[in-house]
């Protein structure tokens, strides 16, 4: 990648960010077009290709991207320490609204990405995506106070329950044309209140 990207402003960077995650979320790699990228960052394909030296450096850097913002954005919110599941599970909804804010097709790329098959990038995002592919990484209970729950009560089950579900969760809010952050936030906080009703002693 040029190192002139990085020389561009933060906004005209994140034109190109978007851009690219807007395009590549709504066809496979080999169907998006480069100069639909470039039209939809609102600079020239030449120049585009100033910055990437191709499709596919553009491709893996959006995906690098992604996860970088991702885990840095879950580890500024502080999900990744505590102990009251339901705090943990807002403020990781919390952080992924904000990114949505500032990069709302991240998500979807994200998706798209992982089940690319294309065998020009397959490889290339395999290397990446490896660390995330076991969906029991993702499931595993932090550090609870057993005795706030009711007796009885499988905790394994409930935060895979909790977890699965606000995953399937975000991601049909993703898949809304004009999505309201703020109303989503609210409703996934009245999604917790219940959980704490049925779940809590």
């Known amino acids: 990648m040029n190192e ?13 960010i978007n851009a ?10 080999k169907k998006s077009p480069v100069n639909e990228i470039a039209i939809e960052a609102g600079i020239s394909k030449s120049l585009l290709f100033f910055y990437f030296k191709n499709k596919k450096e553009l491709y893996i850097f959006l995906l690098k991207k992604s996860e ?8 500024e919110s502080g999900v990744l320490n505590g102990t009251d599941i339901f ?5 990781g909804l919390l952080a992924k609204a904000s990114m949505m804010k500032k990069y709302p097709d991240m998500g979807n790329f994200s998706i798209k990405a992982y089940y690319e098959k294309d065998p020009e990038v397959v490889n290339d995002v395999q290397k990446i995506v490896a660390p995330y592919t076991k969906i029991e990484t993702n499931l595993t ?4 106070d057993k005795s706030k729950f009711k007796d009885g009560l499988d905790l394994n089950m409930m935060y895979q329950d909790m977890y699965l579900a606000s995953e399937g969760y975000l991601w049909r809010m993703q898949q809304t044309d004009k999505l309201d952050i703020d109303k989503m936030v609210a409703d996934y906080k ?3 209140n219940f959980w704490k009703s049925i779940y809590l002693k």
């Open 20 to 29: 690219g995650f807007k395009v590549f979320a709504k066809n496979s790699y």
């Open 4 to 16: 002139k990207f990085y020389a561009l402003s933060e906004e005209k960077q994140n034109a190109i």
């Open 141 to 144: 209970l932090p550090p609870l």
């Open 190 to 192: 009245k999604i917790i």
């Open 68 to 75: 970088e913002l991702t885990r840095r954005t879950l580890m």
């Open 87 to 91: 705090d943990i599970m807002y403020r």
